[in-house]
């Protein structure tokens, strides 16, 4: 898998998945723009990035952004374009938890995640499909989660927010497919992350219990299919929802 001189931007890339596909893309020799809201955790990130580039002209871009507002990620994504000259993938990674039984969940949890989880991938592709079907090629991945397939107690916005990810991947996906443009969903099983590692013991042990392969997953895991549907070699996927849990599902 080749990536010299694609042009990438991945939201949510300042830790966990995010900041391995983002590694992972960096020593492949692609171009990559990442948004995050922590400036602090951007800095880190691109100061990592920077010690594995593959080639000294490779260009690494932060940006500090809420992708759950609309013009903040337009102006972010236009100024992107301005300095890469066009946008070969989009990976939709940013997401969060607010996790609590429906009867106490308040309303501002639950929107707060639909925004931050879904709204998000809205205002991304909106802002971004134009430019990429002129191109006349591109890559958009969706990574959303098991959840959405099977759900769990305590996340119904969290569930709901990743289902609706997997609906908006399958419909973008057959309005996009006539202008060479490729649209794919990721749904990760039980990845270890800093997100996973807040969830109570008992939890974890209960859901390990129901994987086949009796591990948890890597964020790299998830790293190298990012990288395979980002690639030439899938081509020919799209719509699609690839679940990567160790056969938990």
């Avoid at 995010?18 to 995050?36: L, M, Y």
């Avoid at 690494?60 to 903040?72: A, F, G, N």
């Avoid at 948890?216 to 081509?235: C, E, H, I, W």
Wanted: charged residues 25%; contains cysteine.
């Amino acid at each position: 898998m080749h990536f010299k001189n694609k042009k990438v931007i991945i939201t949510g890339a300042s830790a966990g998945i995010g900041k391995e596909i983002a590694t992972s893309f960096v020593k492949h020799g692609a171009d990559i723009a990442i948004f995050a809201t922590n400036q602090d955790r951007l800095n880190k990130t691109l100061k990592e990035l920077e010690d594995v580039k593959v080639d000294s002209n490779q260009k690494i871009i932060t940006k500090k952004v809420d992708v759950s507002k609309y013009l903040e990620v337009e102006s972010s994504i236009k100024e992107v374009l301005d300095q890469f000259g066009h946008i070969d993938i989009l990976i939709n990674n940013a997401g969060i938890t607010k996790d609590n039984l429906l009867m106490k969940m308040t309303e501002a949890d639950f929107d707060r995640v639909i925004d931050i989880n879904l709204k998000s991938i809205y205002n991304t592709c909106k802002a971004i499909i134009r430019p990429m079907m002129k191109n006349k090629k591109g890559k958009i991945l969706n990574i959303s989660s098991i959840v959405a397939l099977i759900g769990n107690p305590g996340q119904t916005n969290y569930a709901a927010s990743k289902a609706g990810m997997i609906g908006f991947t399958k419909s973008l996906a057959k309005e996009v497919g006539s202008r060479n443009i490729c649209v794919n969903a990721i749904a990760p099983g039980f990845i270890e992350t800093k997100m996973t590692k807040d969830l109570p013991e008992n939890v974890k042990d209960q859901m390990l219990k129901n994987i086949p392969l009796k591990r948890f997953g890597s964020a790299k895991d998830v790293a190298n299919l990012a990288m395979f549907l980002a690639s030439d070699d899938a081509d020919y996927i799209t719509g699609q929802t690839i679940v990567i849990d160790g056969g938990m599902v």
